[in-house]
């Protein structure tokens, strides 16, 4: 008798801790899938705030009416001579640089194409040399003249002003400049 006692006494202490385990098991899922739809919540509500700068980055491109690439490999500041301080290069509303070769006046697409690289967002590093010796500027037009500008040197990954979306896709931009007419690019040059 004291066995069978002793027995169902063991018995019903592992059916006990049995159940206290699935309750916890079961609460632990519980808190786990309360975090799931919190992560997700919390994952909708930074897509949705991304979303909105991404629209407020998109929305100021929209002021211009007309961007311009140019490409002027021989000027004296592609060529490393000292000169014009890339503060002054816009006056009265034109871009003053010397010997520009190929001018580009991006069509509806490929200025859609253009903003979107420069809003979307950039988790590279900085990779830029010294050089700056820039051939090529972006030239953003108000009112058929030029109200702002973005000067880049493909070489030493770098530009005036500094854009820091640009940080390590200066190669990507130049892809991308080369999509838009191949005579915007060095032909041959190594990356």
């Known amino acids: 008798m004291k066995h069978i006692f002793l027995f169902l006494l063991i018995i019903l202490t592992v059916l006990f801790f049995i159940s206290c385990n699935k309750n916890n098991q079961q609460q632990e899922a519980n808190v786990f899938m309360s975090e799931i739809q919190t992560d997700e919540k919390e994952q909708m509500i930074l897509i949705e705030e991304i979303s909105n700068k991404l629209s407020h980055k ?70 830029a040399a010294d050089c700056y010796w820039p051939k090529h500027a972006i030239l953003f037009y108000k009112s058929e003249k030029v109200d702002s500008f973005l000067e ?40």
């Open 152 to 191: 880049i040197c493909f070489e030493c990954n770098n530009s005036c002003p500094k854009w820091f979306v640009l940080q390590g896709r200066y190669n990507d931009l130049e892809l991308l400049f080369k999509d838009f007419s191949s005579d915007l690019v060095i032909k041959n040059r190594q990356h």
């Open 58 to 127: 998109i929305a100021y491109f929209d002021q211009y009416d007309k961007i311009e690439i140019l490409f002027y490999p021989k000027s004296k500041r592609a060529m490393g001579i000292p000169g014009t301080v890339c503060g002054n290069l816009l006056k009265n509303g034109e871009f003053v640089v010397d010997s520009i070769q190929t001018r580009v006046t991006l069509s509806k697409p490929q200025k859609e194409e253009l903003v979107k690289f420069l809003t979307s967002p950039n988790k590279s590093k900085l990779e």
